[in-house]
């Protein structure tokens, strides 16, 4: 195993283990709390992808500190999913585009977890040899990843 996949595997067991201990909301302002932290996640998420779009795309001027930059933080946004997904508020009438899937198919979410945490740990990884190629092929990589747990458990 390299070390890409043996971290996969043990962010994997961590975050299976994180949601298996999911709890429901205690009451409607509690879901709404939960739901209100796990969007900030997710919008964080999204404000460090934006940039990195852009410049696979050549809308944006592409800029290796920035790069390496909005990669990290997507890395690190991502091991903290699990912890702001753990609340399951399906029960209560929040506003959300989160599907009850996130916590009826744990497993799998996870799984998906644990994709962003690779991918955006690759990016991160792909960064320092300045490949501009290769840079925005695994850009590419974090946004697949992110669309693919969205086809599962976002609605549209």
Not at 31 to 41: D, F, G, H, P, Y
Not at 79 to 107: C, G, H, N, P
Request: net charge positive; proline share 1%.
């Amino acid at each position: 195993m390299n070390l890409i996949t043996k971290s996969t595997f043990v962010c994997t067991l961590l975050l299976t283990a994180t949601l298996a201990t999911a709890e429901t909301a205690k009451s409607e302002k509690h879901a709404k709390q939960a739901t209100e932290l796990r969007q900030s996640v997710f919008s964080l998420i999204r404000s460090n992808m934006g940039p990195l779009g852009g410049m696979a795309k050549g809308k944006v001027a592409f800029d290796i500190e920035a790069i390496e930059k909005h990669a990290l933080r997507i890395n690190q946004l991502s091991y903290m999913i699990a912890d702001y997904t753990r609340t399951d508020t399906s029960k209560f009438s929040v506003k959300t585009e989160a599907l009850d899937k996130v916590w009826q198919e744990k497993d799998l979410f996870a799984e998906k977890i644990a994709d962003l945490n690779k991918s955006s740990a690759h990016l991160m990884a792909v960064a320092k040899t300045g490949n501009e190629g290769e840079i925005k092929k695994a850009i590419g990589g974090v946004g697949k990843t992110c669309g693919g747990c969205h086809d599962v458990f976002k609605k549209d």
